[in-house]
């Protein structure tokens, strides 16, 4: 399983309105049929330029569903964002090969 990982430094001048943006933006990437779930996460750190960072990890079907995404949708919903907050927010993507799986049943 790939995780697609998009990490985002928000200026705190367009947070509250990049937050809300982002909250609809993420089911329409999930909306293309690439991926199975979306998780919207804080990270918790200050950062040295300030703003607030954010991670959106998008659980792809598969590879080759992601590369899909690439060639069909990700140009388009990457330019919503860009065309909406310019240089008010920096972001970086990473893909994430999931080797196993943990989890902790309480009875």
Known sequence: MI???VTVNVDESIHQEWLN????HIPK????GKFIDAK???VLIDEE???TTYSVQYKAISREALESYYVHDAERLRN???KRFAD?????RTELE???EYSVTFN
């Open 3 to 5: 995780i697609y990982n």
């Open 21 to 24: 943006w982002i909250k609809l």
């Open 29 to 32: 990437v999930l909306a293309t």
């Open 40 to 42: 919207l996460t804080k």
């Open 49 to 51: 330029m300030g703003g």
């Open 80 to 82: 919503e964002g860009l």
């Open 88 to 92: 008010k927010m920096l972001a970086f």
């Open 98 to 100: 999931v080797i196993d």
